[in-house]
């Protein structure tokens, strides 16, 4: 298996800085979920260091960082002398960690013509990468991301907040794995009273 020093190393000088604050957040939580639910840590960990690096291509949009970061992935793995099969597990793990189905990904995928069809996780591991994923992107870490995107994409404040939220209800409510729900609920109880506060309830 591949030295996880090196694709850490790797993932820190090809990420910006909120994707790899991210992707930290992400590993941590995608550990935790492992232990708990008996899964292959080794590939959890690699996989989720490698889940986003496909934001790192300069053809980076959207809709297309999953096929992008697989490709990555992949030739970084076969040049660390990684076994094929472990490879073939974690590129299957970064192709469906695409989600939640949200107006977000609605609005994104109809000017393309298609609607929500990215593959979906179906195994262990994958389910919690997706999970994990999901998990901060429903924190008030993940609100604050989708804000601040929102505002550099032209977004007025409302506007902003209206898909954030909406973002952060379709993840929590997409989780996969039992541990995923019960760690998810944690985080997501903080970004529910973070909305009902803006919204004067
Ligand atoms: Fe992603
Ligand atoms: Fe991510």
Redesign the pocket.
């Known amino acids: 298996m591949a030295d996880i020093n090196s694709i850490k190393e790797f993932v820190r000088e090809n990420l910006d800085e909120l994707n790899y604050m ?2 930290k957040k ?1 590993v941590k939580i995608a550990l935790a979920l492992a232990e708990k639910e008996g899964a292959n840590k080794e590939i959890v960990e690699i996989a989720a260091w490698l ?2 690096i496909g934001k790192s291509d300069k053809d980076s949009t959207a809709i297309n960082h999953h096929s992008l970061g697989v490709k990555i992935a992949e030739d970084l793995l076969k040049k660390k002398g990684t076994n094929p099969e472990q490879i073939k597990e974690i590129c299957y793990i970064i192709e469906t ?1 695409m989600g939640p189905p949200c107006k977000f990904w609605s609005s994104e995928l109809k000017k393309v013509g298609r609607t929500f069809d990215f593959p979906r996780p179906d195994t262990k591991e994958s389910k919690i990468i997706y999970d994990a ?1 999901m998990i ?1 992107l429903c924190s008030p870490f993940g609100i604050a991301k989708i804000i601040h995107l929102g505002a550099r994409r032209g977004k007025d404040f409302l506007e902003s907040i209206e898909s954030a939220k909406d973002t952060a209800f379709a993840a929590y409510n997409d989780l996969q794995t039992k541990s995923g729900k019960e760690l998810g609920e944690r985080y997501f109880k903080v970004s529910k009273e973070f909305f009902e506060i803006i919204e004067g309830k």
């Open positions: 991210h992707t992400v889940h986003d960690h994923d901060d």
